[in-house]
């Protein structure tokens, strides 16, 4: 099948609202537990576009959503600006057909071409599937934290894993103004 990565349209926030759903209702890669209406995937959509970042699908030949990726600032201060945190999901019935590695491939060189030097990933540590897929990217694991989250009744253990987009870059001058 012919699959390729493009920008998000507006059309396509039904199927990224679906796919976002699902894995919040029914698995540990969101941690959140309500469903999102399509006034949120539009703010959500609109304030990535607004700071510059990727909103990226993943479409068939019919252009069929099968999956997102996106980055977005790391932690709101100053000293974080050059680090960005993604999310991959593709869709339940489309898992485990290489269409996170693309995603994530597309979704790191957009890092790049924005002057990002680090990019972080957050993810539950049963989550087996998502930290191969990192490790085959190269991302490195860098952090474990014990019961920080809690979902369907049990603890949840986060896995910090962390790619550095650019390792030669020397860190910007020092601007006190």
């Known amino acids: ?100 590695p693309r995603l994530m491939s597309a979704l790191i060189e957009r890092a790049r071409a924005c002057g990002k030097h680090v990019m972080v990933a957050a993810i539950e540590s049963g989550n087996a599937a998502s930290i191969r897929l990192h490790e085959r990217a190269g991302f490195i694991t860098t952090g474990q934290m014990p019961q920080v989250g809690t979902k369907f009744g049990r603890w949840l253990d986060l896995t910090f894993m962390q790619l550095v987009l650019d390792p030669g870059a020397q860190p910007p001058a020092f601007d006190k103004e």
């Open 1 to 100: 099948m012919t699959y390729h990565v493009r920008d998000a349209l507006h059309t396509d926030l039904p199927a990224i609202r679906d796919i976002y759903n699902e894995a919040a209702l029914n698995t540990t890669a969101i941690w959140n537990e309500q469903a999102v209406d399509l006034g949120n995937r539009q703010a959500w959509l609109s304030a990535r576009q607004s700071q510059g970042y990727p909103v990226l699908v993943i479409v068939d030949a019919d252009e069929n959503v099968l999956g997102y990726a996106s980055f977005g600032d790391w932690r709101p201060f100053d000293g974080y600006r050059h680090t960005v945190e993604h999310s991959v999901y593709v869709r339940n019935d489309q898992r485990g057909n290489g269409l996170g």
